[in-house]
């Protein structure tokens, strides 16, 4: 894919948001908080690290991009959207009867889904598992991506995997954790305390980098960087603001798992359409 | 049947642990297909994986004892187009991963090979916690998911190589210690076929597993009380052989189950389901009813827990009375 400037990647980004907003609320049930944090993240995966073709998704020399925390699925669904893997209309089917784009993202209903998740805590594994199949294969030239939720780091099979990662020293796994501190209950540090989670990483052998996930450019970055580090398998602990761009909801854990109602949703696209109030809405 | 090539009972029979089959058609698939691999929770030689990972060692990765890592690492490796067996103790996979198992395999159509060994009250003095009961209950409710249970090694070798052909998640389910061998190496398998291994008229034994051997002998004791027996061996208890098994009970009009496992959910559970739908008869289950194993010697369990064939002629008799 061509490379294209940060500001134009940030305008895509703030329109990935815009159809975040409007497909929870025409869906009515979803979370909203992680997706909105991710959209810097996502923008910079399928717009610029991603070696990858919306036209044949199944492009054998590809890089895989695992979405382990299968409830921010519309953040995906809208970057795939725009970057030309399925009608932009589409995603106002999010959650109906007979779509493509479920609830929890399923790899056999939409192509470019690389795979089934939502149960948290199984992405790092298969991405270790895809990691060893390349290396039997002699496939020096892939990577494999996986975006985790930092409560999902509460579960144990992360850190079967981590372990794991750290023994076979799977240098083309990049791990990127979604960084926002919030989770269900709470704050992550009240849930269950996180850190030292860069500590943590390096301890399981990994090579950990920290960036603002909501800067686009800083992630390109940083997966730049991921890649030129040969003896360790990469973690990348992107700090983003859950919510962002919508003020009401910013760093809130109570929209987690919850979607904006229609005057909600109005008052978040007025302030994504004005950037916060920085530019005229485009109806005014 | 004649066409079964089956061995022959009334000689010395040979005995061998069906793991031990595992670990051979493991090897045999692996020279057949270079993406065939393996992984292992820190039981190798246990689960008889030692032998494709001392041929092989670049394709077998050493999980740990880290079994929800074992079945979603097998999940990426299929993902990848390999063919990933992955191996423990029936009691740990699919017993404590099987969310991993229903997402990541199942629902994700990637075809892990779950082989889980040391299963039923037959591994003995370890006790309740390491005999794997719940397994083929476990595993016969997810969708997509095949469950194979062989009856003796050289099935199980036969077994194996036909899941390295087939596209599904699958399920083995072995043993630890020696199982008589009953088939030979012509003896078909195939995934989804149930076999008459003995013909008969007056009640239908329908096994799985190591009580196949079991059903055989009842079926001799039979035969001695009068009684024409068939006995219909069940390796793949999903997708189930409705066919073959309809057939059998229509003509014998009584049905005993035996498995060694829970017959809730296991091929008790199945037979009953599958008889109240199309052909209800009387039926008696031999299994484990609803409660855990315990330590002690692998024949003193089975005897107590009623899993021999002496409590599947009682049974038989019992079905074939409730038949007048």
């Given at each position: 894919?061509?490379?294209?400037?940060?500001?134009?990647?940030?305008?895509?980004?703030?329109?990935?948001?815009?159809?975040?907003?409007?497909?929870?609320?025409?869906?009515?049930?979803?979370?909203?908080?992680?997706?909105?944090?991710?959209?810097?993240?996502?923008?910079?995966?399928?717009?610029?690290?991603?070696?990858?073709?919306?036209?044949?998704?199944?492009?054998?020399?590809?890089?895989?991009?695992?979405?382990?925390?299968?409830?921010?699925?519309?953040?995906?669904?809208?970057?795939?959207?725009?970057?030309?893997?399925?009608?932009?209309?589409?995603?106002?089917?999010?959650?109906?009867?007979?779509?493509?784009?479920?609830?929890?993202?399923?790899?056999?209903?939409?192509?470019?889904?690389?795979?089934?998740?939502?149960?948290?805590?199984?992405?790092?594994?298969?991405?270790?598992?895809?990691?060893?199949?390349?290396?039997?294969?002699?496939?020096?030239?892939?990577?494999?991506?996986?975006?985790?939720?930092?409560?999902?780091?509460?579960?144990?099979?992360?850190?079967?995997?981590?372990?794991?990662?750290?023994?076979?020293?799977?240098?083309?796994?990049?791990?990127?954790?979604?960084?926002?501190?919030?989770?269900?209950?709470?704050?992550?540090?009240?849930?269950?305390?996180?850190?030292?989670?860069?500590?943590?990483?390096?301890?399981?052998?990994?090579?950990?980098?920290?960036?603002?996930?909501?800067?686009?450019?800083?992630?390109?970055?940083?997966?730049?960087?991921?890649?030129?580090?040969?003896?360790?398998?990469?973690?990348?602990?992107?700090?983003?603001?859950?919510?962002?761009?919508?003020?009401?909801?910013?760093?809130?854990?109570?929209?987690?798992?919850?979607?904006?109602?229609?005057?909600?949703?109005?008052?978040?696209?007025?302030?994504?359409?004005?950037?916060?109030?920085?530019?005229?809405?485009?109806?005014? | 049947m004649s066409n079964l090539h089956l061995a022959d009972l009334s000689?010395?029979i040979?005995?061998?642990?069906?793991?031990?089959?595992?670990?051979?058609?493991?090897?045999?698939?692996?020279?057949?297909?270079?993406?065939?691999?393996?992984?292992?929770?820190?039981?190798?030689?246990?689960?008889?994986?030692?032998?494709?990972?001392?041929?092989?060692?670049?394709?077998?990765?050493?999980?740990?004892?880290?079994?929800?890592?074992?079945?979603?690492?097998?999940?990426?490796?299929?993902?990848?187009?390999?063919?990933?067996?992955?191996?423990?103790?029936?009691?740990?996979?699919?017993?404590?991963?099987?969310?991993?198992?229903?997402?990541?395999?199942?629902?994700?159509?990637?075809?892990?090979?779950?082989?889980?060994?040391?299963?039923?009250?037959?591994?003995?003095?370890?006790?309740?916690?390491?005999?794997?009961?719940?397994?083929?209950?476990?595993?016969?409710?997810?969708?997509?998911?095949?469950?194979?249970v062989p009856g003796d090694?050289l099935e199980a070798?036969r077994a194996?190589?036909?899941?390295?052909?087939?596209?599904?998640?699958?399920?083995?389910?072995?043993?630890?210690?020696?199982t008589p061998i009953i088939t030979t190496?012509k003896t078909p398998f195939e995934?989804?076929k149930a076999y008459v291994y003995e013909p008969g008229s007056d009640v239908t034994i329908i096994a799985t597993g190591t009580m196949t051997y079991q059903a055989l002998l009842a079926a001799e004791q039979l035969f001695?009380?009068?009684?024409e027996a068939e006995v219909v061996h069940v390796p793949t208890i999903?997708?189930?052989d409705?066919?073959t098994i309809?057939k059998s009970v229509?003509k014998t009009?009584?049905v005993v189950t035996a498995e060694?496992?829970?017959?809730?959910?296991?091929l008790?559970?199945?037979i009953?389901?599958?008889?109240?739908?199309?052909?209800?008869?009387?039926?008696?289950?031999?299994?484990?009813?609803?409660?855990?194993?315990?330590?002690?010697?692998?024949?003193?369990?089975?005897?107590?827990?009623?899993?021999?064939a002496?409590?599947i002629?009682?049974?038989a008799?019992?079905?074939?009375?409730?038949?007048?």
């Amino acid at each position: 894919m061509k490379k294209q400037p940060i500001a134009r990647l940030e305008t895509i980004a703030n329109d990935i948001r815009k159809d975040i907003i409007k497909m929870l609320e025409h869906a009515g049930s979803g979370h909203s908080a992680g997706p909105l944090g991710l959209a810097d993240i996502f923008t910079a995966l399928y717009f610029d690290v991603l070696k990858h073709d919306p036209k044949n998704p199944d492009w054998a020399d590809r890089d895989i991009l695992l979405l382990s925390n299968g409830h921010c699925v519309p953040v995906r669904y809208a970057a795939m959207a725009h970057a030309g893997y399925f009608p932009v209309k589409e995603l106002l089917t999010l959650r109906k009867f007979g779509s493509r784009l479920q609830g929890h993202p399923e790899r056999t209903r939409l192509p470019g889904m690389e795979t089934t998740s939502g149960p948290l805590g199984c992405g790092l594994s298969q991405a270790c598992g895809m990691a060893l199949a390349m290396r039997m294969d002699k496939q020096t030239h892939r990577w494999v991506y996986v975006v985790m939720g930092d409560g999902e780091l509460n579960e144990g099979n992360i850190w079967e995997a981590a372990m794991l990662g750290g023994k076979y020293r799977l240098n083309n796994v990049i791990g990127i954790i979604d960084r926002n501190n919030i989770q269900i209950d709470g704050p992550t540090e009240d849930v269950m305390p996180l850190e030292n989670l860069k500590g943590k990483w390096e301890s399981f052998g990994w090579h950990v980098l920290e960036v603002n996930g909501n800067d686009i450019e800083a992630v390109i970055d940083a997966c730049a960087m991921a890649k030129t580090i040969a003896e360790k398998p990469v973690m990348i602990i992107a700090h983003t603001i859950p919510g962002k761009g919508v003020d009401f909801m910013e760093s809130d854990f109570h929209w987690h798992g919850m979607p904006p109602d229609h005057e909600q949703a109005k008052k978040a696209l007025h302030e994504l359409r004005t950037l916060g109030g920085k530019i005229r809405g485009e109806h005014e | 049947m004649s066409n079964l090539h089956l061995a022959d009972l009334s000689a010395d029979i040979t005995a061998e642990p069906i793991r031990k089959g595992f670990g051979r058609g493991l090897l045999a698939a692996g020279k057949l297909d270079v993406n065939v691999v393996a992984a292992c929770a820190d039981l190798t030689d246990s689960t008889q994986m030692s032998l494709f990972k001392a041929e092989f060692p670049e394709r077998f990765v050493e999980i740990g004892v880290a079994e929800q890592n074992l079945a979603t690492v097998g999940a990426g490796l299929a993902a990848m187009g390999k063919i990933p067996f992955v191996s423990s103790y029936a009691a740990f996979s699919p017993g404590r991963n099987w969310e991993q198992i229903r997402t990541t395999a199942c629902l994700n159509e990637r075809a892990v090979k779950i082989v889980g060994s040391h299963a039923g009250v037959s591994v003995g003095p370890d006790g309740a916690t390491h005999q794997m009961l719940e397994d083929i209950a476990l595993m016969r409710v997810l969708p997509n998911m095949v469950v194979i249970v062989p009856g003796d090694s050289l099935e199980a070798e036969r077994a194996t190589m036909a899941m390295a052909k087939d596209g599904r998640p699958n399920y083995l389910r072995l043993a630890r210690e020696a199982t008589p061998i009953i088939t030979t190496a012509k003896t078909p398998f195939e995934i989804g076929k149930a076999y008459v291994y003995e013909p008969g008229s007056d009640v239908t034994i329908i096994a799985t597993g190591t009580m196949t051997y079991q059903a055989l002998l009842a079926a001799e004791q039979l035969f001695k009380d009068g009684i024409e027996a068939e006995v219909v061996h069940v390796p793949t208890i999903k997708p189930l052989d409705a066919d073959t098994i309809l057939k059998s009970v229509r003509k014998t009009g009584c049905v005993v189950t035996a498995e060694e496992g829970q017959v809730i959910g296991g091929l008790g559970g199945a037979i009953a389901e599958l008889l109240a739908e199309n052909h209800p008869a009387p039926l008696k289950r031999i299994g484990m009813l609803d409660h855990f194993g315990e330590s002690g010697e692998p024949n003193q369990l089975l005897e107590h827990f009623g899993l021999d064939a002496k409590h599947i002629r009682l049974a038989a008799h019992h079905v074939i009375d409730k038949k007048k």
